[in-house]
């Protein structure tokens, strides 16, 4: 697993790194690093250790449709049969997450139902 | 500044002093490194006002905003990996002070070490795969109807054969990407497969049938592109678009101790 020793001794300053538009990205002007790049990384990708101040990103509602509609073309993509992102675990945990949400919200439901319809049998 | 708290970056090792210095975190303030057991977080303050849960809460609300934070975590993660082997973290790590930040070093030592160890040399690559444009197909406009049937039938039959075309090309063109995407995972030391991106923020008119990200050792980095673009040559129908390097956000990600 870990990597040849080697790459101590290429710690020697790298070009710092550039966007790269071979001549095969015809038509299109480069963009460099565009927003969606960005976002899906630093957003759902990286390192997550929990600090001091806790913001879970996927709590914030109106964030996760917006980058999800910026992000993510999914209809669109699923209509095409490319869905294969679905086995991301890092995607599909977070789907988890929300079945798992949507599960105790369910739960609570019948629950609170099931005490005020014991309550009020009108015949 | 009202109170301040400390904005985590990425974690590395071996950082030189001086690597840094022309870079600037968010909000223009200076970068410090907190280093642990080998381990260095690369810091600096933020103020809890805007940075602490509900400034946070509401400020991620607000899409430019998000941009410029997005775009200042990257930069500096970026100028990192440049220069160390580099775990960058995932946007809006908080900690309350130095302390806070070492005790994070020292709790995650040992996968943080393993992950810097897998991406230590190498760097990730972002290679998408568009379908062309919507076919103008002025010359099947331009084809004579069949004499059989009225004009209605006819358009009908157009339309259909339009559909029948235009999904064959998709088909295609999911194919064609799967293609490019064994080539280049063969081509790359590991590979990860990211959600398709909208249109309106890639520019693209065609649909993005490839997202893939590329773990690559930096001296193969050459031949890598070189077999991104034959990939290219060889499915003329696709636009296939390659970027970076990337610091590999990606690939850095922790296994659970």
Redesign the interface.
Known sequence: ???SP???G??Q?????R??????????PP?P?????????????????A?????N?LD?E??TI?IR??????D??EE???D??RN?P??SSREEGLTEENRRLQARIEELEAGSSGDSSDG | MAEP?RY?YA?SR?LEPGALAATRGLDDARLDLVEKDGLVAVVSDVD?DV???EG??SH??D?AW??RV??G??EV???V?????T??????????DDD?VRS?LRE?HEP?R??L??V????EW?VKAYTGRPADAPAQDAQAAPVTGGAGAAYLRRKRSQTDERRAA??QA?EA?SAVHAALAAASVAS?????????????EG???LNGAYLVA?DDAEAF?AE??RQ??DHPDL?????????P??F???DQP
């Open positions: 697993m870990t990597q080697d790459a101590a290429s710690s300053p790298v070009a710092a790194p966007p790269y538009n071979p001549p095969t990205s015809r038509s299109q963009q690093a565009n927003l969606a790049d960005i976002l899906e990384r630093v957003l759902d990708k990286g390192i997550i250790i600090g001091d101040i806790r913001v990103l914030i109106l964030l917006k509609l910026l992000v993510a073309s999914v669109k993509a095409m049969g490319i294969w992102w991301d890092m995607l | 708290g985590l974690v071996g809890l940075y602490g849960e946070l809460r991620l609300e899409l998000l941009e997005a775009r975590h990257d993660v970026q100028a990996a440049a220069s160390a082997p775990a960058p973290l995932r946007l809006a790590t908080i900690c309350l806070g994070r995650w943080l393993q992950a160890d897998r230590e040399g190498r760097r972002s998709e088909e999911v990407a990860r497969l990211l959600a398709a991106q909208d249109p309106r923020l890639t520019g693209h649909t993005m049938t930096a592109v991104a673009e290219a040559a636009q296939v678009e390659v970027n970076g390097p990337w610091p956000y990606s850095a990600t922790l």
